[in-house]
């Protein structure tokens, strides 16, 4: 018996998805932008079989959404799609809380400290990027320790949606203080290492209503 199988290449859909995801999550495409196939495949060297699969990958995430005879275009969120990301957002990340509150050991613990440290860092060194990169790099790590596939799998579906709205948060809010992330993440590991259960939805409550608040009111400048 083989003791291991075959590497699966990545596929030339998920490449292309991938780029246009970042794109989007980084504004590099922006809210109604019209992306073109024709533009795609010339400036990353494929057939339009993959970008339409991406396209359509892309749509099932809501990133973009399409209009007959008229082309894909990038999504632009409003305060409700914004309230139903976050309302969501908390239960998915209480529930994963409610999972690895005993589970988590103290290499957990050193590797989300890690993550703060090096958030502050890119912070200082204004590598926002990054920043966003590592905030939801804390999150996810929190989310994979619950080793719930479904759990895991609806997170994936919102994660790209939220960094897109944290980059609307962004413009909305050119002087944002981004330590508040770094002192909402010390509350969070706090409150697990300290074992309770209540004080960690507390603070996911918490932490994500301020955030939905300075997003919809991004969201309602940028308009």
Known sequence: MSLFSQIRAVSLREQVADQIRTAIIE?????????????????????????????????????????????????????????????????????????????L??????????????????????????????????????????????????WQELVAQIAAVLYLRAEGHPNFDEHRAIVDHQSILQAYIAHDLEQVKSENRRINQRVLDECTLAIQRLV
């Open 27 to 103: 504004g590099r495409l922006k809210p109604n932008d019209h992306i073109a196939e024709a533009t795609l495949t010339r400036q990353l060297g494929v057939s339009r079989t993959p970008v339409r699969e991406a396209l359509i990958l892309l749509e099932r995430e809501s990133l973009v959404f399409s209009i007959p005879h008229r082309g894909c275009f990038v999504r632009a969120f409003d305060v409700e799609d914004v309230t139903a990301l976050f309302t969501m957002r908390i239960n998915l990340e209480n529930f994963a809380a409610e999972l690895t509150i005993n589970r």
């Open 105 to 154: 050991t103290e290499e957990d613990y050193a590797e989300l400290r890690n993550l703060i440290a090096l958030q502050k860092l890119y912070i200082e060194q204004a590598d926002y990027k990054q920043v966003r990169t590592t905030d939801m790099a804390f999150h996810q790590y929190l989310i994979n320790a619950s080793r719930h596939p479904h759990l895991m799998r609806h």
